[in-house]
């Protein structure tokens, strides 16, 4: 099993630009999650899906959007890129067996808009 | 809400014990322990589930005190291996939350030889 991916693993933007994270599991997990994680700062949820078809807001959803249309995919789309979206972003997925579940992480993707 | 992780940093020997608290404000059905290296993502440590038992290996173990909605992280006989930044999880009670974590601000360990 490869787990957690994400592409690409850098990437700069201009400012204004858009981008697609990608994530996939092979895992067979319901849950799946973005994250983000600013220098020295713990994870701040953006958005999570606990299926095919549904997603659902976290911490900081303001200029991403995510789309669940299987259960091994959840790209996650930055619009009109901003510097206060420079940082590091994870995907993760979960089964929920005690709560939320064991979250697997992947490697992490470094976006720097400038 | 961000659950408050204390210490913010702690530094050790190999060998030397440590604790690191997990303090929430709201009611938790489940609290998480990661890990995380420089520059890597973070690993599943435990989870602790209300109603559960106190969980953990030999020298890793957590407890969770419903009552004070807190946790604790027992780190013994610290390795070099132990060194990277501790997050506690919290998953709150009831509603939409199942599922979701909110993070802690994050612990920095250090083990010195």
């Known amino acids: 099993n490869a787990g957690v991916t994400q592409t690409p693993k850098f990437r700069i933007l201009k400012i204004g630009q858009s981008m697609t994270l990608q994530c996939t599991q092979d895992?067979?997990?319901?849950?799946m999650y973005w994250y983000r994680q600013d220098p020295g700062m713990g994870l701040k949820l953006i958005y999570y899906s606990v299926g095919a078809g549904i997603t659902d807001k976290g911490e900081v959803p303001n200029g991403y959007n995510v789309s669940r249309s299987t259960t091994e995919d959840f790209p996650l789309r930055l619009e009109l890129a901003a510097p206060s979206q420079t940082s590091v972003y994870f995907c993760?997925?979960?089964?929920?067996?005690?709560?939320?579940?064991?979250?697997?992480f992947g490697p992490g993707t470094r976006l720097t808009v400038t | 809400q961000q659950p408050v992780q204390s210490p913010q940093a702690v530094i050790l020997r190999e060998g030397e014990d440590a604790v690191i608290n997990c303090s929430s404000s709201k009611a938790l059905y489940s609290v998480h322990w990661y890990r995380q290296k420089h520059g890597e993502a973070p690993v599943f440590l435990m989870i602790l589930l209300k109603g559960g038992e106190q969980k953990g290996h030999e020298k890793i173990s957590a407890s969770f005190n419903e009552k004070k909605q807190q946790s604790s992280l027992y780190l013994t006989a610290s390795q070099l291996s132990y060194s990277g930044t501790y997050f506690c999880?919290?998953?709150?009670?009831?509603?939409?939350?199942?599922?979701?974590?909110?993070f802690g601000q994050g612990t920095i360990l250090t083990v010195h030889p």
């Open positions: 999880g919290t998953e709150h009670a009831g509603g939409t939350s199942y599922g979701k974590l909110t």
């Open positions: 993760a997925s979960s089964y929920p067996r005690e709560g939320a579940g064991e979250q697997y």
């Open positions: 895992m067979n997990h319901n849950y």
